[in-house]
């Protein structure tokens, strides 16, 4: 065969290998079209996984007619004209080779009305062949149907996955795009159904309820430019013109993978691995090892410090100054986490005696009328993430803020309550739950200052040298919670009273590891400080695993858990229990 240049048709389809690999990279390039247009409001509805029909509407600019026909050209566009545009690209198209691609290995109809035009035109074409082009009454803006993906494609089609798989990469698509657009309302249906609907108008955070469920929501802390502010800007990173915004889980929400940390960058949907990780390490020591985030996270740069011109679906960008980018997303994410008020984060169990007195008070809260509502507790469904979110959704902690109402089933390994509720199976640490109780009612009372018990004889304890300055420093806050110490010289201190919560632990013990704690180091803020010393209280306080517990103290624990405001984790960011729904049950049972 001689060398010869490949027809239009053919060159088209083989640079629509590039662009077009699935349903979701139609439904990618034809919002971005529509918000580059301007659109206040999209529809996008889908058939069979986007295989036999995927029409996108928008309310945007509409085309020109005499330009109608030429957009499907390859290389098309009015969005940039030289390559020196390619510096400064403020849409999120530009490459002009979409709707050429898309055409080329599919059936195509547009309607199309241009703002300043009386009429709108439509056209149909049909792999690269324009087969009808017409006048028609049209509303302003643009639908776009594209039909039969890869009718003419047999090898692309063989690889598409199930209709099932196809639909979740739209919806996912779908609703990042919302999340990113608040301002604009989005609509998806699928096979008829209505999957998801954004209000529009609206900001990011009613967004994220649209997505991701009210619960959900309210567990994510806003990242932001008020919050990386210029004081921790400072002048170590002066020359980036980065900022950050958007939202991230609290410790008590994350999930198995990291797909549902998610990056835009001057507006655009990237897959970025290195910021990724930036959000992941953001979360070190406070989330789990194989636990991450949930988080949106919007970055933005000038345009002439990213190249989007990386790869075909510009999935992918090249920052001119990446580690200042990186940097300026793990503060603004770390910084999120330490303001919120589960941010803090430590290691570290100190063996200690028995804690019977700290389980003897709490309160068996409206027990008896707990358990009559037990069987109706339809409050205690869970809510179900919208269509979006469900990719590998394999929580183990539950996303809810709030429990269930539980029965208490029994103790199993001297650790660990097992618990029901309505058609789940809860199992709970009991020590970690324990703690996490004793935390909030502690920070709850802290204002007051907490009650003390003297000590039958005083104590005396000694600390390392180094420690006990630290210990002499923070003296006022060791007193205000109770703790009735005095320095009595060198390196040893007086204990006559204690937190009355430590009962008959060794004073020792106690001054001993909030001493050490205080040396491992926190922030220079005496709140994180007094925090830091109650977390310790309350670890020292709390039931210890191998400790056998009445089934009174085991509801004792669990009802408390119940009326917790975050009952997944300990304070320390680790999780209080294991969560089965009904439905994993029955699929590990082979029930389904
Ligand atoms: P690009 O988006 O890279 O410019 P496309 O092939 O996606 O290239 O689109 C070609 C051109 O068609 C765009 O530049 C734009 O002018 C026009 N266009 C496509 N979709 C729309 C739409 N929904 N509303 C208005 N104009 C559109
Ligand atoms: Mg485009």
């Known amino acids: 065969m001689r060398i ?9 389809q083989i640079a629509a290998g590039e662009v077009v690999e699935r349903p979701a990279s139609v439904v990618k390039e034809l919002l971005e079209n529509a918000l580059d247009a301007g659109a206040q409001s999209i529809a996008i509805e889908v058939r069979q996984g986007g295989r036999r029909l995927i029409r996108v509407s928008d309310d945007g600019s509409g085309i020109p007619t005499d330009e109608v026909q030429v957009a499907f050209h390859r290389h098309s566009t009015n969005k940039i004209t030289s390559a020196s545009d390619l510096d400064a690209i403020q849409t999120l198209g530009f490459r002009g080779e979409a709707l050429a691609s898309i055409a080329s290995v599919s059936q195509v ?52 996955r199930t209709k099932g798989t196809e639909k979740r990469h739209i919806s996912s698509l779908v609703t990042r795009y919302a999340m990113a657009y608040p301002a604009v309302r989005f609509r998806l249906t699928h096979d008829g159904r209505l ?51 958007g939202y991230t889980s609290a410790p008590a929400l994350s999930r198995a993978n990291r797909s549902h940390i998610t990056l835009f960058v001057n507006g655009r949907w990237v897959q970025d691995q290195g910021l990724t990780f930036a959000v992941i390490q953001a979360y070190q020591t406070i989330l789990m090892k194989g636990r991450y985030p949930v988080a949106l996270i919007m970055v933005a740069v000038p345009p002439a410090d990213v190249d989007v011109h990386v790869h075909p679906t510009k999935a992918e960008v090249r920052f001119r100054e990446k580690r200042d980018v990186f940097s300026a997303v793990q503060r603004a994410v770390r910084r999120a986490l330490v303001d919120s008020d589960d941010g803090r984060a430590t290691r570290g169990e100190s063996a200690a005696p028995g804690a019977r007195s700290a389980l003897a008070s709490l309160q068996p809260v409206a027990r008896f009328q707990a358990e009559m509502e037990l069987p109706g507790a339809a409050a205690g469904q869970r809510l179900e993430p919208s269509q979006g979110s469900t990719e590998s959704l394999q929580t183990i902690a539950s996303e809810k803020a709030k429990l269930p109402l539980l029965r208490v089933v029994g103790q199993v390994g001297a650790a660990y309550i097992v618990a029901e509720g309505p058609g789940e199976i809860f199992l709970i640490d009991q020590h970690a739950a324990h703690e996490r109780i004793l935390y909030e009612q502690l920070m709850a009372q802290r204002e007051e200052g907490l009650p003390t018990q003297t000590l039958l004889e005083t104590a005396a304890v000694e600390v390392p040298p180094h420690e006990a300055a630290l210990l002499e420093e923070h003296i006022g806050v060791l007193r205000r919670l109770g703790f009735m110490i005095e320095h009595f010289g060198g390196t040893t201190f007086t204990v006559r009273g204690m937190p009355a919560l430590l009962g008959d632990v060794d004073p020792a013990a106690a001054i001993q590891g909030i001493a050490d704690d205080l040396e491992r180091g926190v922030g220079p803020m005496q709140k994180t400080i007094e925090k830091q010393i109650i977390m310790r209280v309350c670890q020292t306080a709390a039931v210890k695993a191998g400790q056998v517990l009445t089934q009174q103290e085991l509801s004792a624990i669990v009802r408390r858990l ?31």
């Open 4 to 12: 010869h240049v490949l027809p239009e048709s053919v060159a088209a």
């Open 562 to 592: 119940e009326g917790s405001e975050s009952p997944h984790t300990c304070p320390h960011g680790r999780p209080t229990m294991l969560h089965l729904s009904a439905e994993q049950l029955a699929r590990q049972f082979g029930r389904r």
């Open 109 to 160: 109809t547009m309607v199309t009305r241009f703002a300043g035009e009386m009429a709108g035109t439509r056209v149909r074409i049909e792999g690269s062949h324009i087969v009808s082009s017409e006048t028609v009454g049209a509303a302003l803006g643009t639908v776009i149907a594209v039909e039969n993906l890869f009718f003419n494609v047999p090898a692309r089609l063989k690889f598409l």
């Open 195 to 245: 999957v998801f609907r954004s209000a529009g108008g609206s900001q990011l955070k009613e967004v994220l309820i649209d997505v991701y469920g009210l619960e959900t929501a309210r567990q994510m802390m806003e990242v932001g430019d008020s919050k990386t502010g210029d004081a921790s800007r400072g002048t170590e990173h002066p020359a980036a013109d980065v900022r950050v915004s």
